[in-house]
Structure formats: C-alpha cells, structure tokens
C-alpha cells in the first residue's frame, strides 16, 4: 500500500499585506492577491500530481471573520479537487478558531473538518481502510496540549496526526504546546504540522512546511507545501514552491563602489542571481552596508535612487520590487577605535554590546522605557520587529551622526 499527499498549513487568507503600498497598480495587485494564487498552484499540482487527498494544517484564514470572500474562493478550490477525487481533511488554527463569529459557507462533500474535540477520521482506498487520520480544531484563540488525547487505532496501515502547535518550551504560548517525544511515542506514521511560518522538520516523520505565501520581511525565501509519500517501509517528503512572489533581503557593501552607477550595477547582478522556481516576482528588501564615500549621500538620494530601480525591476521578468532600504553604512571613517574610548560614544556602544549578549534582559529594559511617561511617548515598535534590531537601529544612528558632524568639522 501507497500513500500520496499534500501537507500545507497557515494559508492566511485575507492577510493584508503592507509592502505594496507604494508600488505601482499592477505589482501592488499581484502581491495583494498572491496568497490565493500560490493556493491555486498547489491545487493545479495536486491534481497533476494525482494525490490520495491535501491536509491543512490550521490558519486557513487570516482573521477570525474567515472573509466570505476568501471562504468562497477556498470552497471553489475544493471544488476542483472533488471533480478530481481528491479529498481534504483540515484542522482550524488559532488565527481561525471556530467559536467565533463568520458568514458560514458550507465545504463540498470532499472535505472533512475536524471537531473541536480529537477526532479520528478514515481515509479508504481501494475498498479498504488505508489511513487513520486524526486531529483537532481550535475552539479559541488557545489551545492545550492534545496530542497526548490522539489514541492510535487498529484498522488501517498509515497513520497521520494532524496538529497546530508548537514545541513546549519554557516561553511557550498556549498554542498546543507539545514535545517531539511525545508525538514520536504515538508511532504515528506522519505528524503534519502548523502554526510556524519557517519550514522546517523536527524528525524524519514531524514536520512544519511553513505558511505558503511570504507577507512580509519577516518571512523570505521560498514558500510552498510537502509532498508526501508513504509506503510500510519510509516516508519521503519533498518540499514544493508554490508562492507567487518572494520576500527576500539583500545586504549590499557600498565599500567597493565610487558612485550610484556602480551600486545599481551591483544590485542588478546580484539579483539577477537570485532563483525562485516559479515566482513571478521578488519583493526585496536592500541593506546597504559596509563604509564608503556614498554613506553621506545614501538618505538624501533614497527617494530618486529607489525609483530607478523599481522602474528596472517592474519590467524584468520576474520582476523585483524594493520595498524597503535600510541605510547601515558608516561614512569613511574608522570609529571602532572610539569604541574603546572613555567617552559618550564608547560608554554607548559598550553598552549596547552587553545587552546584544542578554537577549531577556534587553527585552526587560526595553519593556520598562516603553510602559514609563517620559520615554514611552516617543518608543514605537513594528509587531514584527525585533528588540535587537531596534537597539542596532539606534547604534547605527548615533554612528552616522556622529560621522556626518565629524565630516561637517573638517
């Protein structure tokens, strides 16, 4: 007996995405619509590749709502691999717990949902029992460990849990919190995975795809879903690029370059190097860093500089959009010296280190400025930003600063 499948999870449907704001109509559209055609391309594969049936692992939506926009849009989907007999089991996540309030919108006889409690379900092929399938939605926006409640039953040669949740760690949230060892013990013959963004595998048999579709910085590199193959000896999982666009970063040294001329050509190879299967495009984020004679120019010619890139990038195909430019580079000058100093500039950047070195206590001390009057007026932080990135933010600034009144002496 053989088993072919799909493994995706945190789809996010209706997630908005912010980065398109300043693009230009077209690119702006495809990025807002890129989540439901990355789920148009793993349904086309799906059906090219003939598989036993797709599980979702949790987060079909994005919001708690569940967008009949978006649930219409899904069930047509589902739609196409019924006619293909091709069936769906899901599970709800915390992002789309089914105690909430939505316009319901029924799913094709196809599709089967797992109840709030564990639950087992049986896929046949051939006539027989092939599969046990087991799983569990969320009722809220928490859930608790109920792995330990998925209890194997005899009757079918595979067995596949299906969970959103997290490994148990000591700063875990309430999103099922488990332990590897505790799935492992269940012998199941795959565990399908949701709820992380970052693909990855904690064994051979338990693994994350990751969402399918990047929203933002924080989420680059290829998106997509598993495919799965089982037989009663092992199991092979191939990852399989389904994203429509690509969020990436480049971290570009401005050390080797004169002028402008030479850094766009720096940037235009270097992403000519870049290979994303598939996308249409890259929604890139650009570092520039390193020390050079452009640093004293790099704010004040953003604005003019990211127009000639974006008008290349919008007719290369794929095509590239820059979203986002960090300006880390240092004028040409050589402050570590100064680091060692007795000094303002030394005491801050001594400082600064030891807390890069005490993650929790950083958090700690950035916690407390930003719940005081004084300071936690002016302290704002992107829900995706980390408090590392930014104290480093805050470093780089002080060091321009006191490159530019350095330079304006001389």
Not at 338 to 357: I, S, Y
């Amino acid at each position: 007996m053989k088993l072919r499948f799909i493994h995706t999870a945190d789809l996010h449907l209706g997630s908005t995405v912010p980065a398109g704001a300043g693009a230009e109509p077209r690119l702006k559209e495809q990025l807002e619509n890129s989540i439901d055609r990355a789920v148009e391309h793993m349904v086309q594969d799906a059906v090219e590749l003939q598989v036993d049936f797709l599980i979702i692992a949790g987060d079909l939506f994005d919001q708690e709502n569940r967008s009949l926009r978006h649930q219409i849009f899904l069930k047509q989907q589902f739609e196409t691999l019924n006619q293909n007999g091709i069936f769906v089991y899901l599970i709800y996540g915390n992002h789309d717990p089914v105690d909430r309030r939505y316009a319901p919108s029924g799913w094709p006889e196809n599709v089967h949902v797992f109840d709030t409690e564990p639950d087992m379900k049986i896929f046949h092929k051939h006539n027989a029992p092939a599969a046990h399938l087991y799983g569990c939605s969320y009722k809220g926006k928490t859930q608790q460990n109920v792995a330990a409640e998925f209890i194997k039953q005899p009757g079918a040669p595979f067995h596949i849990g299906l969970l959103h949740g997290e490994e148990k760690k000591k700063d875990s949230h309430s999103y099922a919190p488990f332990y590897k060892e505790e799935l492992e013990e269940k012998r199941f013959d795959y565990w399908a995975l949701g709820h992380i963004h970052t693909r990855q595998f904690l064994s051979e048999r338990i693994g994350y795809p990751g969402n399918i579709q990047g929203r933002h910085r924080k989420e680059t590199g290829e998106k997509g879903y598993f495919l799965v193959e089982l037989n009663e000896e092992a199991v092979e999982v191939t990852f399989r690029p389904a994203a429509e666009v690509v969020f990436a970063a480049l971290d570009i040294s401005i050390e080797d370059c004169s002028g402008f001329d030479e850094l766009t050509d720096k940037v235009l190879r270097r992403v000519s190097e870049m290979e994303y299967a598939g996308a249409a495009g890259l929604w890139l984020e650009i570092i520039l860093s390193g020390r050079g004679i452009l640093s004293d120019y790099v704010e004040e010619e953003k604005e003019g500089w990211l127009d000639i890139l974006n008008r290349i990038g919008g007719a290369e195909r794929p095509f590239f959009y820059v979203y986002r430019l960090e300006d880390a580079t240092i004028a040409d000058l050589q402050p570590e010296s100064l680091v060692k100093e007795n000094h303002f500039l030394g005491d801050v950047a001594r400082a600064a280190e030891k807390l890069k070195q005490e993650p929790k206590r950083l958090e700690e001390t950035w916690n407390t400025l930003h719940q005081s009057k004084g300071p936690g007026m002016y302290l704002s932080r992107d829900h995706e930003e980390e408090t590392q990135d930014v104290l480093d933010d805050a470093e780089r600034l002080l060091w321009q600063l006191w490159g530019k009144e350095t330079a304006d002496e001389d």
